[in-house]
């Protein structure tokens, strides 16, 4: 372990020289405000999720009071995390997130392990979700090719876009993430001035389809997709203006941003809707406004719908290549991924994250990859998490810009909360956990192979300079 944390290339909170090397051999640009670090949250965390969970998170839950509580929960859940990882962002602001936490606090295998199951499986997969779920809503509004065709004609087309630099992306996701706001408040006005609190009256509720303690796992895990995301602008931390002092600003920031939205949006879907008429709809917005204004309206609102899904795909492109990019640099993924063009693309890792979403796009369902998704996600950033405690042992002299409040006691409490809806997932939906679990010991025995072998070759380096 010890030679494993060696690797990492950190000492006393500095990068080691030869990391530093690998950072200038990627000319990422730092151009990104804090204004366009919370478009990037903003933009991937309200999209798919409020779009297609609310309908879901209904039959799960079968009453309006029980449904609010779990959005609460996980926002509470969402903000507590964001303070956990604010701290590390701004100890380390370096290109890949949470990849690079994990490598300082545990050494390559754990940075092998986080790196790689976001590239794979956690923005692999919500990116796929979210081309099968606009391709279901141009369905809705006309087009004739299957779910699969257009999925992957989408992923093409955001694949275009990014090759033309992160200009052209952040521009792209500044504009789309404003017309997001609008349509989503937009939304809520129309859901409040039409509805007449059917959800508030006596009788309103419905039994749910499965079990209290399986319903309360299902719908945490399609809440978590849903706030899934509020820390993605730490992948992107090389190209983030002053990130020690902007990095917490924007996380927290955008953590209450969407957390209040969030709730009002539901408050306003169950101020229109019963949640037996809420229970399996594709689209809520939309049944929520049709309600009131029709059927045009729903027309509307699944148009408007495509564009908010639009913008949060959008940052599976601008944000999951860095964590590649990171992952080449420090020799834990081939060294071509590390490639940046000059527009401030990284060019290799862009095609190998667009050919991951393609694949999973043409071939998965949304609620299938939504819980593979999750489980995964949580148990790597509970993980991560803990990394903050051997971070503060190992590193006591680094500068934080930004310290967690209530160290110990509050990261222990997110920890445990981690831990606690793990064990009711694992317990609930057992082959899911399974099928989880070996993808994660998979890149667990991967990552200690690649550890090892970069170990010899320094050794074997030495050996021949000496």
């Given at each position: 372990m010890r030679?494993?944390?060696?690797?990492?290339?950190?000492?006393g909170?500095?990068?080691?020289?030869a990391?530093?090397?690998?950072?200038?051999?990627?000319?990422?640009?730092?151009i990104?405000t804090?204004?366009?670090?919370?478009?990037?949250?903003?933009?991937?965390?309200?999209?798919?999720?409020?779009?297609r969970?609310p309908?879901?998170?209904?039959?799960?839950?079968?009453?309006?009071?029980?449904?609010?509580?779990m959005?609460?929960?996980?926002?509470?859940?969402?903000?507590l995390?964001?303070?956990?990882?604010?701290?590390?962002a701004?100890?380390?602001?370096r290109?890949g997130?949470?990849?690079a936490?994990?490598?300082?606090?545990?050494?390559?295998?754990a940075?092998f392990?986080?790196g790689w199951?976001?590239?794979?499986?956690?923005?692999?997969?919500?990116?796929?979700?979210?081309a099968?779920?606009?391709?279901?809503?141009?369905?809705l509004?006309g087009?004739?090719a299957?779910?699969?065709?257009?999925?992957g004609?989408?992923?093409?087309?955001?694949?275009?876009?990014?090759?033309?630099?992160?200009r052209?992306?952040?521009t792209?996701?500044n504009?789309?993430?404003a017309l997001?706001?609008?349509?989503?408040l937009?939304?809520?006005?129309?859901?409040?001035a039409?509805?007449d609190?059917?959800?508030?009256?006596?009788?309103?509720?419905?039994a749910?389809?499965q079990?209290a303690l399986?319903g309360?796992?299902?719908?945490?895990q399609?809440?978590?997709?849903?706030?899934?995301?509020?820390?993605e602008?730490?992948?992107?931390?090389?190209?983030v203006?002053?990130?020690?002092?902007?990095?917490p600003r924007?996380?927290?920031?955008?953590a209450?941003a969407?957390?209040a939205l969030y709730?009002?949006?539901?408050?306003a879907?169950?101020?229109?809707?019963?949640p037996?008429?809420?229970a399996?709809?594709?689209?809520?917005?939309?049944d929520?406004?049709?309600?009131?204004l029709g059927?045009?309206?729903?027309?509307?609102?699944t148009v408007?719908?495509?564009?908010?899904?639009?913008?949060?795909?959008n940052?599976n492109?601008l944000a999951?290549?860095?964590v590649a990019?990171?992952?080449a640099?420090?020799?834990?993924?081939?060294?071509?991924?590390r490639?940046?063009s000059?527009?401030?693309?990284?060019v290799?890792?862009?095609?190998?994250e667009a050919a991951?979403?393609?694949?999973?796009?043409?071939?998965?369902?949304f609620?299938?990859l939504?819980?593979?998704?999750?489980?995964?996600?949580?148990?790597?950033?509970?993980?991560?998490m803990?990394?903050?405690?051997?971070?503060r042992?190992r590193?006591?002299?680094?500068?934080?810009?930004?310290?967690?409040?209530?160290?110990?006691?509050?990261p222990?409490?997110v920890?445990?909360?981690?831990?606690?809806i793990?064990a009711?997932?694992?317990?609930?939906?057992p082959?899911?956990?399974l099928?989880g679990?070996a993808?994660?010991?998979?890149?667990?025995?991967?990552?200690?192979?690649?550890?090892?072998?970069?170990?010899?070759?320094?050794?074997?380096?030495?050996a021949t300079?000496?």
């Amino acid at each position: 372990m010890r030679g494993d944390r060696e690797n990492a290339g950190i000492r006393g909170g500095a990068i080691a020289p030869a990391a530093a090397a690998a950072e200038r051999e990627g000319a990422l640009q730092r151009i990104l405000t804090p204004l366009d670090g919370m478009a990037i949250i903003v933009g991937i965390v309200i999209g798919a999720g409020i779009l297609r969970t609310p309908g879901l998170i209904a039959g799960y839950l079968g009453d309006a009071r029980w449904i609010l509580l779990m959005w609460v929960l996980g926002g509470v859940v969402a903000a507590l995390s964001t303070m956990v990882f604010a701290e590390m962002a701004a100890m380390l602001p370096r290109a890949g997130g949470k990849y690079a936490y994990a490598r300082a606090a545990f050494g390559d295998t754990a940075a092998f392990v986080a790196g790689w199951s976001e590239v794979l499986v956690t923005r692999g997969f919500s990116g796929a979700a979210k081309a099968v779920l606009i391709s279901e809503y141009l369905i809705l509004i006309g087009a004739r090719a299957p779910v699969p065709v257009l999925a992957g004609a989408i992923v093409i087309g955001f694949y275009l876009l990014h090759l033309a630099g992160l200009r052209a992306g952040k521009t792209f996701q500044n504009w789309t993430t404003a017309l997001k706001v609008l349509v989503l408040l937009a939304i809520f006005g129309a859901a409040f001035a039409f509805g007449d609190g059917a959800s508030w009256r006596p009788g309103s509720a419905i039994a749910p389809a499965q079990g209290a303690l399986l319903g309360f796992a299902l719908a945490y895990q399609s809440i978590a997709f849903t706030y899934y995301g509020w820390e993605e602008t730490v992948k992107m931390a090389e190209e983030v203006r002053e990130p020690g002092r902007n990095l917490p600003r924007i996380l927290l920031g955008s953590a209450a941003a969407v957390a209040a939205l969030y709730l009002l949006m539901n408050v306003a879907f169950m101020h229109a809707l019963t949640p037996g008429e809420m229970a399996g709809s594709p689209l809520v917005a939309r049944d929520a406004v049709a309600a009131g204004l029709g059927d045009a309206a729903g027309i509307a609102i699944t148009v408007a719908g495509i564009g908010i899904l639009v913008s949060s795909l959008n940052v599976n492109f601008l944000a999951v290549p860095r964590v590649a990019l990171g992952l080449a640099r420090d020799g834990l993924a081939p060294a071509r991924l590390r490639g940046v063009s000059r527009r401030g693309t990284p060019v290799a890792a862009l095609t190998l994250e667009a050919a991951i979403i393609f694949t999973l796009a043409v071939t998965g369902t949304f609620e299938q990859l939504i819980r593979f998704m999750m489980f995964c996600a949580m148990a790597v950033d509970g993980t991560i998490m803990v990394g903050l405690f051997a971070l503060r042992r190992r590193m006591p002299d680094a500068t934080r810009p930004y310290r967690v409040p209530g160290y110990p006691a509050l990261p222990a409490l997110v920890v445990l909360a981690y831990a606690a809806i793990l064990a009711i997932i694992i317990a609930t939906q057992p082959a899911l956990a399974l099928g989880g679990g070996a993808m994660l010991a998979a890149l667990a025995v991967a990552g200690m192979v690649v550890a090892r072998w970069r170990a010899r070759s320094a050794v074997a380096g030495g050996a021949t300079a000496t």
